[in-house]
């Protein structure tokens, strides 16, 4: 079985920055890919970054929204996702959750979720 935990959410002024972990801890074979998702009161979750391991290069995705603004990096030996968020609007408030497609053998994977974290953003 596989735990994300999420931390870093909290209140942050407008402009202000937040920086986001969740490690991955469990039966850990490889990380295939890690991101984060957002959700706002009375919206679908949508998929706010993504990083795939592609061997010594990590491959990174970002909903248009952020991009500029925020950052997703791993730290492999941590099995550990950040998101830096930088220059936050109140529209970037909401639920964040970790998301990883995670192998525990050779020849299985699956996705999990982490618990979520909230972010509010102060105009």
């Known amino acids: 079985q596989v735990q994300l935990v999420e931390s870093g959410g909290g209140l942050v002024q407008a402009g202000g920055s937040l920086r986001l972990s969740c490690a991955a801890s469990?039966?850990?074979?490889?990380?295939?890919?890690m991101g984060w998702y957002r959700q706002a009161p009375g919206k679908e979750r949508e998929l706010v970054a993504g990083?795939?391991?592609?061997?010594?290069?990590?491959?990174?995705n970002y909903a248009d929204s952020v991009k500029g603004r925020f950052a997703i990096s791993t730290d492999k030996a941590k099995n550990t996702v950040y998101l830096q968020m930088n220059s936050l609007k109140p529209e970037d408030a909401g639920v964040y959750y970790c998301?990883?497609?995670?192998?525990?053998?050779?020849?299985?994977?699956?996705?999990?979720w982490g618990q979520g974290t909230q972010v509010t953003v102060s105009s």
């Open positions: 469990g039966s850990i074979f490889s990380i295939n890919t």
């Open positions: 998301n990883a497609d995670i192998s525990s053998t050779w020849n299985s994977r699956q996705n999990y």
């Open positions: 990083i795939t391991s592609g061997g010594r290069t990590n491959y990174a």
